[in-house]
């Protein structure tokens, strides 16, 4: 039997299974470009991460502590996706870490940071309110049955080896974190860029900048959710590279309005 019919019976689950289903979507970019952008995407994420990190060491704030704790699972999830391409599979504790920290809290916690940044009591509020969905999610990702087959690729970053979505399924729980940290995120960003766009231009186009990332970032979630493949990472690069920049232009906007004062 060819390689290729191993892979369709084996992921697939025949002619009308998944990486079927899939391949009426090929891929937009080919294998060795979406190796690269993956190696970029996760060196930009752990280098915010350590930009965002060593500004809370600096400041302590709820602001930065959650946004540095929301970069801190982004990059671990580019990176659990890259160790899954680079091995030509997921592990399961590799899924595991992948789908808490990137699927179902992708943006949770830098959505939090950015109303912490605008309203820390009702960030603070608001944090405590979700703690015990917080526990619960933990808990069905560590302990939902786990059948890596049902992927259309032994190392897709979908959900489709959890459960369908109910009650006891962390499929459920991705769509209302995601949709409340990209709500939280975007609003704040927009927000802030209508506020200083004549008081502190650089601050304006920071903001600017992550409201773009934020975008991008929901953008090819989206794409992904209705079978677009091969965007992923190009999606994931770009959306950490625009935030990454409107993080320096934010920090950069302080000494700006230091000199105008």
Same mark, same amino acid.
């Given at each position: 039997?060819? !390689?290729?019919?191993?892979?369709?019976l084996?992921?697939?689950r025949?002619v009308g299974?998944?990486?079927m289903?899939?391949?009426?979507?090929?891929?937009?970019? !080919?294998?060795?470009?979406?190796?690269?952008?993956?190696l970029?995407?996760?060196?930009?994420?752990?280098?915010l991460?350590?930009?965002?990190?060593g500004?809370?060491?600096?400041?302590?704030?709820?602001?930065?502590?959650?946004? *540095?704790l929301?970069?801190?699972?982004?990059?671990?999830?580019? *990176?659990a996706?890259?160790?899954?391409?680079?091995?030509?599979g997921?592990?399961?504790?590799l899924?595991?870490?992948?789908?808490l920290?990137g699927?179902?809290?992708?943006?949770?916690?830098?959505?939090?940071?950015?109303?912490?940044?605008?309203? !820390?009591?009702?960030?603070?509020?608001?944090l405590?309110a979700?703690?015990?969905?917080f526990?619960?999610?933990?808990?069905?990702v560590? *302990?939902?049955?786990?059948?890596?087959?049902?992927?259309?690729?032994?190392y897709?970053?979908?959900?489709?080896?959890?459960?369908?979505?109910?009650l006891?399924?962390p499929?459920?729980?991705?769509?209302?974190?995601n949709l409340?940290?990209?709500?939280?995120?975007?609003?704040?960003?927009?927000?802030?860029?209508?506020?200083?766009?004549?008081?502190? !231009?650089l601050r304006a186009?920071g903001?600017?900048?992550?409201?773009?990332?934020?975008?991008?970032?929901? *953008?090819t979630?989206?794409?992904?959710?209705f079978?677009?493949?091969?965007?992923?990472?190009?999606?994931?690069?770009?959306?950490?590279g625009?935030?990454?920049?409107?993080?320096?232009?934010?920090?950069?906007?302080?000494a700006?309005?230091?000199?105008?004062?």
């Open positions: 039997i060819p !390689p290729e019919t191993l892979a369709l084996r992921y697939g025949g299974g998944p990486m289903r899939r391949a009426a979507l090929p891929a937009l970019l !080919p294998s060795p470009g979406r190796m690269v952008l993956g970029l995407a996760t060196a930009l994420s752990w280098a991460f350590a930009l965002t990190f500004r809370f060491r600096r400041r302590p704030s709820l602001h930065n502590a959650l946004y *540095s929301g970069l801190l699972f982004f990059a671990l999830a580019v *990176s996706e890259l160790l899954a391409r680079l091995q030509g997921w592990s399961p504790f899924y595991r870490l992948w789908y920290t699927a179902m809290h992708g943006v949770t916690f830098l959505g939090l940071g950015s109303l912490a940044l605008l309203r !820390p009591r009702a960030a603070r509020g608001l405590l979700l703690s015990p969905l526990l619960w999610g933990l808990y069905l560590a *302990s939902a049955p786990l059948d890596l087959a049902r992927l259309p690729e032994p897709a970053p979908l959900g489709a080896a959890f459960p369908p979505p109910g006891t399924s499929r459920l729980w991705t769509l209302p974190f409340l940290g990209t709500l939280l995120m975007a609003g704040v960003a927009l927000y802030t860029t209508l506020l200083f766009r004549r008081q502190n !231009p186009r903001t600017a900048l992550i409201l773009l990332a934020t975008l991008v970032l929901a *953008s979630s989206a794409l992904n959710r079978g677009v493949a091969g965007l992923e990472e190009a999606g994931r690069a770009l959306g950490v625009l935030l990454y920049l409107g993080v320096l232009l934010a920090d950069g906007s302080v700006y309005a230091g000199g105008r004062a």
